[in-house]
C-alpha cells in the first residue's frame, strides 16, 4: 500500500507560540482527487468550513494554558503537535487529512476544499458544526449537538444527548441516510424533489412534517395483543416505526430518536 | 483480560489446560464478568455431561445382523421376481403389428411433424421460460444481491455501508454469510447509524438460533443506547423468550443507561406474559 505521511514540524511552533489565532495550513496532495477529512476529539467543538480554496487550514482557539508536554515516546517518522498542554496530531496519508486531539478542550476551526468528505467523532464538550460542504459526511458526537447546513451529498449523524439539525441543499441520487439522536430532536431540511423511502421512529416524541410522506401499511405488521380470555382486553398497537416515501421513493433514509421529536422539512 | 480473550482461552481453560498465570488472569475475569461467569457454566456443564459418556458405544447384538440380511435377501427377492414393465416393454407393446397400421401411423407422425415444426417457426420470438430457467435465474440475482450487500458492508465510507445494510434486506433470509456480515457490522461498525440500521435488517433472520443469541449478547457491547434499545426491542419482536436472564441482568446493572434498564424491564414484561 502506499504510505505517504506528510508530517508538519513547524506547526508545533506555531501552534505552540500564542492562545489565539494559531493557524496551520496543510496541503492534499492530490487536490483534484477525492479528499477526506477525518477529525477525532474526546473533548472540544469542531467547526468545519468548506471554501474556495486546495488547502486545509486548522485554527486552534485552545484557552487552556498549561505547562509544556514532553511526549513520552515518539514513533517512527512522527511528529508531535503540541499547543500548550493540547496534544494535536495533524497527518496527511492517501489525500486523507486525520487530525486526533488527545486531551484537555479543544476548540478547532477548519476550513476545507468544498469537495471533501468528513468522518467527524467527538464525546465530550461542544458541537460539531459543517458548513458548505459537498460530499459525504459521517458525524458521531455523545454530549453535544450537531449542526449540518448547507451541505450537498449524504449525511449520517448521531448523537446521545443533544440535538441533529441537517439541512442539504441537494442529495446525492443514490445514497442512504440516516439521522438519528438519543435525547434530542432531530431536525432534517431536505430538498422539495428529493426522493426517498424513509423510516422514523421515536418512542417519546412526535413526527413533523410538511413533506407529503405516503405511509406504507408494509413494514412490520401491528401487533396485536390478546389477552381477552385472561382480562377481556383485546388491543392493536402499531410499531412505532413508520415507514413512507417521498415523492414516489428512493434511497433509504432513517429518522430515530428515542425522547426526542423528529421534523422533517421541504426546503 | 477482556471478554473477548476471555472466550477465546474458554475450552483451553475447561480442559485445564492453562498455564498456571493464565488460569489466574481468567479466574479474575471471571469475578468482575457476569457474562463470561455465565459462558463458562454453560458450557462447563455441558463438558463435564461429554466426560460422563461411556468410552465406547454398546455393540449391536447378534441379531440385529441376522435380521439385517434376512430384510435384504427378501428385498432381493421381491425384485427378480416382480415382472417386467419397464418403459421398452411399454413402448413396444403399444406398436401395432400389422404394416398397415404402421404405415398409417408414421404417415400421422410425419404430418404432425411438419405442423409442428411450422407452428414453432412462427412463434420464435416469444420463447416460454422454463420453470427451471427461472429458478436459475432467481439465484443468479439473490447470489447478485448477496455480492452487492457483502461487498458494500466494507467499504470505507460508512454511507456505502449504510447502503449495503439496506441491500441485506433484499436477500434470503437463510443467507448465513450476509447474517455473518450483519452481525459483523452490529457489533464492530465504527458508525452508530449504520450499526441501528443492522439491527433493523437482522429482523428479516430472526428465525435462525444464531441471530437470537447474537442479539443478546450484542446489548452489552454497544456504547450508543439507541442501538441497545434497538436490540431489546428486536428480542421483544422476535418474542426471544431466552433473553429473559440477560434482560434482568441489565434492568438491574447501575452501569447501563436508565431508559435503557427500563426498556429492559419492559421487554421483560412483554416476554414473560
Known sequence: MLRNLIIFAAASMMLAAQNSGDKVTVPFRDPSGPKTLKVSLLNGTVSIRGYDGKDATIETAAHISGRERRPSHVPEGMHRIDNDGMGLDVVEENNTITIVGHNSSAHLNIQVPMQTSLVLRSVNGGAIVVENISGSIDANHTNGGITITNVSGSVLANTTNGKVTVSLNKVSGDKAMSFTSFNGTVDVTLPADVKANVMMKTNNGEIWSDFDIKLSASGKAPVVEDTRSKNGKYKVHLDRAMYGSINGGGPEMQFVTYNGSILIHKK | ?273
Open chain 2, 1 to 273: 483480560m477482556n471478554c473477548d480473550l476471555a472466550r477465546l482461552i474458554l475450552p483451553e481453560y475447561l480442559s485445564q489446560s492453562l498455564g498456571e498465570s493464565q488460569e489466574l488472569a481468567f479466574a479474575a475475569h471471571l469475578a468482575t464478568c457476569d457474562a463470561c461467569r455465565a459462558e463458562t457454566e454453560r458450557l462447563g456443564s455441558l463438558w463435564r455431561g461429554l466426560a460422563l459418556l461411556p468410552d465406547t458405544l454398546p455393540e449391536p447384538g447378534a441379531n440385529v445382523r441376522d435380521r439385517f440380511y434376512e430384510s435384504l435377501a427378501a428385498y432381493r427377492h421381491g425384485l427378480e421376481s416382480a415382472p417386467k414393465h419397464g418403459f421398452k416393454e411399454k413402448l413396444a407393446a403399444l406398436w401395432p403389428k400389422q404394416a398397415a397400421f404402421q404405415m398409417a401411423i408414421s404417415f400421422a407422425l410425419l404430418v404432425m411433424g411438419i405442423g409442428v415444426g411450422y407452428e414453432m417457426q412462427r412463434e420464435k420470438p416469444v420463447q416460454p421460460v422454463v420453470g427451471s430457467e427461472l429458478a436459475q435465474l432467481r439465484g443468479e440475482v439473490s447470489n447478485m444481491r448477496q455480492m452487492v450487500a457483502l461487498s458494500l458492508m466494507q467499504q470505507q465510507s460508512a454511507g456505502e455501508r449504510l447502503r449495503g445494510v439496506s441491500w441485506a434486506y433484499r436477500v434470503e433470509s437463510t443467507d448465513t454469510e450476509v447474517l455473518s456480515a450483519l452481525l459483523t457490522t452490529v457489533n464492530n461498525d465504527d458508525s452508530v447509524n449504520v450499526r441501528l440500521s443492522a439491527v433493523g435488517a437482522l429482523h428479516a433472520f430472526g428465525a435462525s438460533p444464531v441471530t437470537r443469541a447474537a442479539i443478546v449478547q450484542s446489548i452489552r457491547k454497544q456504547t450508543s443506547p439507541l442501538v441497545q434499545i434497538a436490540l431489546i426491542e428486536l428480542l421483544v419482536d422476535l418474542k426471544v423468550t431466552d433473553a429473559a436472564p440477560e434482560l434482568k441482568r441489565l434492568a438491574s446493572d447501575n452501569t447501563i443507561d436508565l431508559s435503557v434498564r427500563e426498556r429492559a424491564n419492559w421487554a421483560l414484561g412483554k416476554l414473560l406474559q
